[in-house]
């Protein structure tokens, strides 16, 4: 009895010394349970390929969606393109016109979920602005799209002159884009609009483009000087319009026309993105949900299994 109680009155006196050690929680995988482990429930597993299922679904929705907006945009997008050929042929596309105040109008979207199409688009402008720097130089940027603005907006806000975004909200046409175009030269001083673009050539595949649309004083220079455009004095000029103010009204119309096109473009090749990214993520999708229901009837064969030994056990205990 004395032992006993001297005992208890160690304990007490050593209980507040000892702290129990904390308990941690880790979560097992369901390669856990191939290897003994029975912690994880088949309703964990059965939770995840429901979460897989809908997003399945909800990507296959997006790809179907994507493709109703696809063919609504090409065909007008492919007889816009008659548009500004004409002025290529007349006044050439002359990318690498030496000018001082260079302008980049990058188009882009205003959602996600569509590729690098946008990326694409913002390491061209970029690469643009570095190309035609200078120190008698300016580059400046006009922007349309958000996601553009999005990555632009970091690096480059003091150098952003315009930005619009939500073009493609309602269908655009010519008489909505040629009213943003007017706005875009009423409100930037340029010698030169470099408009970058991707071009749509098929679903899986686009190509970046950069347009380029030259100041009537830029024209009328290089006409004069005999460069890329010096075949420009050999067409005849009818009615009472100076040649400045022709090649004023030619600019502003090639623009216009460059820019209903790139916007159309750049949606077809949006749509075209989106689609080849959301199959993918359907795809992706499967696999794992193929791979969960793989590891949802091991679970649940080998929860099965230990009940059947358990089971067999216990009665062969009561037997012997």
Request: hydrophobic share 40%; glycine share 6%.
């Amino acid at each position: 009895m004395a032992m006993a109680a001297a005992l208890r009155r160690e304990g007490k006196r050593l209980a507040p010394l000892i702290s129990p050690l904390p308990i941690r929680s880790s979560p097992i995988s369901p390669d856990q349970t191939l290897n003994g482990f029975r912690s994880i429930s088949t309703q964990i597993v059965r939770n995840r390929m429901k979460s897989v299922k809908n997003i399945q679904k909800i990507t296959k929705a997006m790809k179907m969606v994507a493709a109703s907006k696809l063919r609504a945009v090409q065909t007008r997008a492919e007889n816009s393109r008659g548009l500004w050929q004409p002025f290529t042929a007349l006044l050439g596309d002359a990318t690498s016109v030496d000018v001082k105040k260079n302008v980049i109008v990058t188009v882009s979207s205003d959602k996600g979920l569509c590729g690098g199409i946008n990326s694409t688009s913002v390491k061209i402008s970029r690469a643009l602005s570095k190309l035609n720097a200078g120190p008698d130089k300016e580059t400046k940027y006009v922007i349309l799209g958000e996601k553009a603005k999005a990555q632009l907006i970091r690096d480059s806000k003091q150098d952003i002159l315009l930005s619009l975004t939500e073009l493609q909200k309602n269908p655009l046409n010519y008489t909505q884009v040629s009213v943003l175009a007017d706005d875009i030269l009423k409100n930037v001083e340029f010698d030169a609009l470099r408009i970058v673009f991707n071009k749509f050539h098929s679903v899986v595949q686009f190509y970046p483009t950069v347009s380029t649309v030259l100041s009537p004083e830029i024209v009328e220079r290089e006409s004069e000087s005999g460069g890329m455009l010096g075949e420009l004095d050999s067409y005849e000029i009818e009615g009472g319009d100076s040649k400045s103010e022709i090649l004023q009204n030619l600019s502003e119309f090639q623009f216009s026309c460059v820019m209903f096109n790139a916007v159309l473009e750049n949606a077809c090749s949006e749509q075209g993105a989106r689609m080849s990214a959301m199959d993918s993520s359907s795809r992706n999708a499967g696999d794992m949900l193929d791979r969960l229901t793989l590891t949802y009837n091991r679970t649940r064969q080998a929860s099965i299994t230990t009940e059947l030994i358990e089971i067999i056990s216990g009665a062969s205990a009561l037997e012997g």
